[in-house]
């Protein structure tokens, strides 16, 4: 039960653990009765907007109910399913990290060495 109440919190986005910019966020809707199922490949919070959302993850003995407002905060790798009981559509939404991956981050660094470098070589070539 103590993990559940760390990873159950009240939004506020001044916290410092909080998911910083840039970001992705993916809003949907929970159909009544039926059950949508996520894999996180990324940190992530979960939102829900207008109605009670049944989480559970695998693994887990817990499941959590979130109310309007709240936030589940899942880890990457976590898989979760989702649901709502009531008889209307629960609308949610599931906030990211953006990722790009170190390897095209490099690429691109190396990229931007290499231009600078022809400049610089065009520039002393040049009388």
């Not at 986005?13 to 159909?31: E, H, K, N």
């Not at 008889?87 to 939404?93: I, L, V």
Request: aromatic share 6%; proline share 4%.
């Amino acid at each position: 039960m103590d993990q559940a109440s760390r990873l159950v919190v009240c939004p506020d986005r001044c916290r410092t653990d909080a998911i910083a910019l840039p970001r992705v966020v993916m809003q949907f809707t929970v159909a009544p009765r039926k059950t949508l199922t996520w894999c996180a490949k990324n940190d992530a919070e979960i939102r829900v907007h207008d109605a009670t959302l049944w989480v559970t993850r695998l693994g887990s003995v817990d499941d959590y109910w979130i109310r309007t407002g709240d936030v589940l905060r899942v880890r990457r790798g976590d898989r979760i399913w989702m649901s709502t009981d009531g008889d209307c559509p629960a609308e949610a939404s599931i906030t990211t990290a953006y990722a790009t991956s170190r390897r095209a981050w490099l690429e691109r660094a190396l990229a931007r060495m290499r231009s600078l470098l022809r400049e610089r070589c065009r520039s002393r070539s040049r009388p």
